[in-house]
């Protein structure tokens, strides 16, 4: 059920706290708004405060509760008799004798609406908007000496009263509430006393009751219950590292924030932390079976790193189950998997900061129908337009012979003279590819021939390698009845209005391996990008060149990365593999996309990487892992 406000005569804006609140949330709405989901069963909060959040967000049907009596009974007689609270309001003056005589009030002794009433007018009045108790549990902030507080805000009491009237208002224990009233499906926002333990977690609470470490402990026990009963939940704390340890599965946000009740000005600012928790998933999209089509099956079969060549049933079982016309492949890698969805009719648009990458996707999926005849093909490896010897005299004993590199420049500069652009990609897709499989284990990590295992790729000329890539990409080309388009440039930056489906495939970050893919394909990257605008380091064994900034080279980095992704493609439904072996991990992905689409599932799928620099194990790490195709809609 989509949790909304009810239409009224008061304005949206009109809804506000009701309570100058020390460690409202005020300030940080900008930050916890965007992170609530769109579609929520209720909204409960049972450590309510003042409620900045809920003002905010106006939920229909909510749960609000707090173990304060005397802040629940404000509420409720707002909600109940707002016209008896404005009345015993209009009463009170900002003097300090008349501020006296009303703290001194035995609040038990009053009606309803006259306790309320007192509440607002002591909290606009006394200093700081504090609420501070003594051991009998006496009111004791002095008087504030401000020249003209708002005692009355008629509008907002007003506009309260419509939204709290038709909200369930507890006194209690958060436990108790949370046990009795949370379902799955309902959002939870969470606003404890804040660590560490201090005289201000007194004021915070707006109660005499304290908030010990231990309690927060039990309160993240009490998190993760709601995370396996399916709740959404937000919490808020202070930046201690206790916090960071019990929530350190999902994802947390740091937050500068200013403190209002600190009497040394160097204390008044400070760092909140914003954490995510999003329901566990049950995995609701599952691996329908759908064939893939012939064509499919024609793309160039690669040991590219990252591959998903392997993945391709289990990637169209979930997409298949979307009704989707453009299909966006935000990194295309190989391309195996834009030229899937080309196979299933799809309109698509292939992009990767890798030049070679967009060098296949050019020559296969956005070409429909140009292909090199033999002809064109033989012409490629004589001598007709002048070479640089740039390879043969850069590389030299690196990584091919003398023979191999000379030719490779031919084919070079004979592809420069190629009038057609596909017919350039195709050539050029050709010749890394022949590169690719006339190299020991396809990468360029190393030198020499250490790796040569006698396969039948190695024993092959490179003059047979490069005719046999031209007539496999040839085989490749065909015209799906759609404008498919080829990209080379940062998934940051595609403009793309359409919705459909969005593929998202990126470096996977793990502190245990690097996702280099400079690094290791550098030479034939700098054959599609004929090394233009790169600078090759010379002191390096390799000869390659600086690997490519990217976001996905930290957990952070990556986390940030992934939610600019899922806000800019928010309409569309989006897939996204990661590897159960990367970070962020899966809790913190699903918080990440659910943030941003109401409905998130994850497809586990059991994968093994065929390339690591680590051989097989380290310690207890296997290659053999969890594929999660994360799905979000």
């Not at 629940?72 to 004798?97: P, Q």
């Not at 703290?103 to 909290?123: G, I, K, P, Q, Y």
């Not at 064994?541 to 080279?553: A, E, G, I, V």
């Not at 952070?556 to 989006?574: H, I, Q, Y």
């Amino acid at each position: 059920m989509l949790s909304a406000a009810m239409p009224t005569d008061i304005s949206e804006g009109a809804s506000r706290p009701l309570l100058k609140w020390a460690g409202g949330k005020t300030q940080l709405l900008d930050r916890i708004l965007p992170k609530i989901p769109k579609k929520y069963g209720r909204y409960i909060e049972p450590f309510f405060g003042g409620g900045a959040v809920f003002f905010a967000l106006r939920p229909e049907n909510g749960i609000i509760a707090d173990s304060n009596p005397e802040l629940v009974n404000l509420y409720r007689s707002v909600a109940a008799d707002v016209d008896g609270v404005i009345a015993h309001l209009r009463k009170y003056e900002n003097t300090k004798e008349i501020f006296y005589a009303v703290r001194s009030l035995d609040r038990t002794r009053l009606s309803d609406s006259e306790a309320a009433a007192r509440t607002v007018f002591l909290n606009r009045t006394c200093f700081n908007g504090l609420y501070r108790v003594n051991k009998s549990g006496q009111f004791n902030v002095p008087f504030g000496y401000y020249k003209n507080p708002k005692i009355i805000d008629e509008e907002a009491l007003r506009a309260a009263s419509v939204l709290l009237s038709r909200t369930t208002i507890i006194c209690g224990d958060y436990k108790t509430v949370l046990k009795e009233n949370a379902q799955a499906g309902d959002f939870i926002f969470l606003d404890p006393p804040y660590l560490p333990v201090s005289e201000y977690a007194d004021f915070k609470r707006y109660t005499k009751e304290q908030f010990y470490e231990e309690d927060h402990v039990e309160l993240a026990a009490e998190v993760k219950r709601l995370h396996e009963l399916g709740c959404y939940v937000i919490l808020t704390n202070s930046h201690h590292p206790l916090v960071h340890e019990q929530y350190r599965k999902f994802v947390i946000e740091v937050a500068q924030t200013r403190r209002y009740i600190s009497c040394n000005g160097k204390g008044r600012t400070g760092e909140d932390v914003i954490v995510t928790i999003p329901p566990r998933q049950r995995f609701n999209v599952r691996l329908v079976p759908a064939p893939l089509p012939q064509q499919a099956l024609q793309y160039p079969s690669t040991r590219y790193m990252g591959s998903k060549n392997k993945l391709l049933v289990e990637l169209w079982a979930v997409a298949s189950q979307f009704d989707f016309d453009t299909a966006l492949d935000l990194f295309s890698g190989s391309g195996v998997v834009g030229y899937m969805f080309k196979s299933h009719g799809k309109a698509v648009i292939s992009n990767d900061y890798m030049a070679m990458s967009a060098t296949f996707a050019k020559a296969m999926i956005e070409n429909n129908d140009v292909t090199l005849s033999q002809t064109e093909a033989l012409a490629l490896l004589e001598p007709r337009n002048p070479v640089d010897r740039f390879v043969e005299t850069t590389f030299q004993g690196l990584y091919f012979s003398d023979e191999d590199n000379r030719l490779i420049d031919i084919v070079r500069a004979n592809i420069k003279a190629l009038k057609n652009p596909y017919k350039r990609a195709i050539a050029m897709s050709a010749l890394i590819r022949a590169c690719l499989k006339k190299r020991p284990r396809g990468i360029f990590t190393y030198v020499g021939h250490r790796y040569d295992d006698g396969r039948k790729d190695l024993l092959m000329t490179f003059r047979a390698q490069f005719l046999e890539a031209i007539a496999t990409v040839n085989g490749a080309v065909f015209s799906n009845g759609q404008k498919n388009k080829a990209r080379h440039g940062d998934a940051m930056t595609v403009q793309n209005r359409e919705t459909g489906l969005v593929y998202i495939d990126p470096p996977y970050y793990s502190p245990l391996s690097d996702n280099e893919y400079v690094r290791r394909y550098h030479f034939v990257e700098g054959l599609a990008r004929d090394w233009q605008g790169v600078e090759i380091q010379e002191h390096t064994l390799t000869k390659k060149f600086r690997s490519y900034p990217t976001p996905f080279s930290s957990r952070k980095g990556a986390a940030e990365a992934f939610d600019r992704l899922f806000r800019r493609f928010c309409k569309s439904v989006l897939v996204v593999s990661y590897s159960s072996n990367s970070q962020p991990t899966l809790d913190e992905m699903v918080a990440l996309m659910s943030k941003h689409k109401a409905h998130v599932d994850v497809v586990p799928v059991d994968y093994r990487y065929s390339i690591g620099n680590q051989g097989n194990k380290v310690g207890d790490n296997k290659n053999d892992v969890q594929e999660y195709i994360f799905v979000g809609y």
